[in-house]
């Protein structure tokens, strides 16, 4: 039956144009679907491949074209306006906040939020200034996971500034707060990169040592617009131990080291029997990049996510609230020295 893993499998079969590996693992591939036989594939394109997308695309439908059931393959290619390391001096920088960091991930259903919040709060356990930013325009969740009440609005003043909300010692803004929670929030590119860029510059973080920046799942819009708004210290990258999640956040990592943001560690989520255990680890192994910890799944993280009490704060003793004290120390050891200081 066709599938997904199977046409990710092909894809891994067609070399890369101008760089050593294939264009699943070097990060061209954005996503696959697949609908009734037709099978859509959305490549994201530095300019230094633009020249080469012609004959990318008759590689792709040759290749897609072999494998059984496929009816017909669609091509979507989106130019990347990556900027080069030199022009870092040109992003914003947030003049209170000494660092910047994101934490994504290639998949969605990994975990990531529930990483994010826990780990900030960890970081203020530890005595740091700490700022949460719920970069997950469609999915903000993080209100809910920190338990801001329903009447908790945040609300923009006289001179177009926004005051976040302040939970548990985080001070935390999500598009959650602006809008209810029944309403969907329909925005393409153009406002979710005004709605990045507002979160950034126009919030009154005060100081902080660390703004913690919850992703959204993938590598789309939202992510290349917040690397092309702000000088990003790094980004954290959680996946779940499954083939199928380490397949995307090898994108993830791709993507990172194409807009010149460095990947500080890998988190493996939901650690365990059901999900499988160690693929987070070997794939840091294999790219060289710090693994930070392996996180288990247990009743406590998932009901303090639901509750909106988070594991750290409720059961701080147990293994996984221990875990995440141990990742935001090992991120402080990864982070500048020098922006960055435990109290």
Not at 220 to 233: F, K
Not at 306 to 314: A, H, K, L
Request: net charge neutral.
């Amino acid at each position: 039956m066709l599938n997904r893993d199977i046409v990710i499998r092909v894809l891994r079969e067609i070399p890369h144009p101008n760089q050593p590996g294939d264009i699943v693992s070097t990060g061209l591939i954005q996503e696959v679907a697949i609908d009734c036989g037709k099978v859509f594939v959305h490549l994201g394109m530095a300019p230094s491949v633009l020249c080469f997308q012609e004959k990318l695309k008759e590689s792709i439908r040759i290749k897609l074209k072999t494998i059984p059931d496929v009816e017909d393959v669609v091509i979507q290619i989106s130019h990347l306006a990556v900027r080069p390391a030199t022009d870092r001096k040109e992003k914003t920088s947030i003049p209170s906040v000494r660092s910047v960091i994101a934490i994504a991930s290639g998949k969605g259903g990994v975990g990531k939020t529930t990483v994010a919040v826990n780990l900030a709060l960890a970081l203020v356990k530890r005595g740091l200034k700490i700022g949460l930013l719920d970069g997950d325009i469609y999915g903000p969740n993080v209100p809910i996971m920190l338990g801001a009440r329903s009447d908790q609005r945040i609300v923009m003043s006289e001179n177009a500034t926004l005051d976040p909300l302040e939970i548990c010692g985080l001070k935390m803004i999500s598009i959650g707060l602006l809008a209810a929670s029944d309403e969907p929030i329909i925005w393409r590119g153009p406002l979710l990169h005004s709605a990045v860029r507002q979160f950034l510059e126009q919030v009154r973080w005060g100081e902080l040592d660390v703004l913690v920046v919850d992703l959204p799942p993938g590598t789309g819009d939202v992510q290349l617009s917040l690397a092309q708004t702000v000088c990003l210290n790094g980004a954290v990258i959680v996946t779940t131990s499954q083939e199928v999640a380490l397949a995307d956040v090898r994108r993830a990592i791709a993507m990172f080291h194409k807009i010149d943001v460095p990947v500080l560690g890998i988190i493996e989520n939901m650690s365990g029997d059901i999900f499988g255990q160690g693929g987070g680890e070997k794939l840091a192994l294999e790219s060289g990049i710090p693994f930070l910890a392996q996180i288990p799944l247990n009743r406590e993280i998932r009901q303090g996510g639901d509750t909106g009490n988070p594991v750290i704060v409720t059961y701080p003793e147990c293994v996984t609230a221990q875990n995440f004290m141990k990742t935001a120390d090992a991120l402080i050891n990864r982070l500048d020295r020098t922006t960055v200081k435990s109290k």
